[in-house]
């Protein structure tokens, strides 16, 4: 089974502090995505990255940047947090490292920060 | 731009009914569209994915169909149980030749016992 964890499942911040975000695979999958999920407004895509080092914007990238050092870690980085970041932040993975499709994404549980 | 349409209102079903979700897309044709399950406060799981050239896909109570030229897909689940309730998205690739997706908001199904 295709695993992905993230590092918290809540976190409460304070305005203003750095915030990280870890994600980790288990099924060498190239492409690791991070979205946030607001009520109403679905899945927004934050940044991709489709290797080691590389990495895309996506809808969403302000206030946010990325990092993907090793194949199976990406982790999603508020520089400054600010109440409008409280959300639901979902890492997901895809990739022909399994019996999975290519273009399947699988979801780790998620983090639920709270920004105050 | 792409954009997604999924039934916002919650879907209320008598168990044992068939559900049926719909997903209309507005642009290009994906090459292909998938289905996901999410329950509360948990990731998404996906369920289906169908191909441009597909018509229609099956595994175990669920069924999805993929119409282009209506720009649809419909997902059923035949002999509903309380245990499908969840929310149920529409992801289609953007469209850049990256596995980059757009998701839809979901709709939220109820199966009544």
């Known amino acids: 089974d295709v695993k992905v964890t993230q590092s918290s499942r809540y976190l409460v911040k304070r305005t203003g502090e750095k915030v990280f975000l870890e994600c980790v695979q288990d099924m060498d999958h190239e492409n690791m995505f991070w979205y946030r999920q607001d009520p109403g407004l679905g899945l927004r895509l934050i940044y991709f990255?489709?290797?080691?080092?590389?990495?895309e914007k996506g809808d969403i990238p302000e206030g946010y940047s990325v990092s993907r050092e090793k194949k199976e870690r990406f982790s999603l980085i508020l520089e400054s947090a600010s109440t409008n970041q409280t959300s639901m932040y979902l890492c997901a993975s895809s990739g022909g490292g399994g019996p999975s499709h290519q273009e399947t994404q699988y979801f780790g549980p998620g983090t639920r920060l709270l920004v105050l | 731009s792409q954009k997604i349409e999924q039934n916002s209102e919650a879907l209320n079903i008598q168990e044992g009914k068939t559900a049926t979700l719909t997903c209309n897309y507005t642009?290009?044709?994906?090459?292909?569209l998938q289905w996901y399950r999410q329950d509360p406060g948990r990731g998404p799981v996906f369920l289906l994915l169908i191909r441009e050239n597909e018509k229609e896909k099956r595994k175990e109570r669920l069924k999805v169909t993929f119409d282009t030229t209506l720009k649809q897909s419909l997902f059923h689940i035949t002999a509903s149980q309380p245990a499908d309730s969840a929310t149920y998205l529409c992801?289609?690739?953007?469209?850049?030749?990256?596995?980059?997706?757009?998701f839809g908001t979901g709709t939220r199904l109820k199966v009544l016992a």
């Open positions: 642009n290009y044709s994906p090459a292909y």
């Open positions: 992801a289609l690739d953007d469209g850049s030749g990256t596995y980059k997706y757009i």
């Open positions: 990255s489709y290797d080691v080092k590389m990495k």
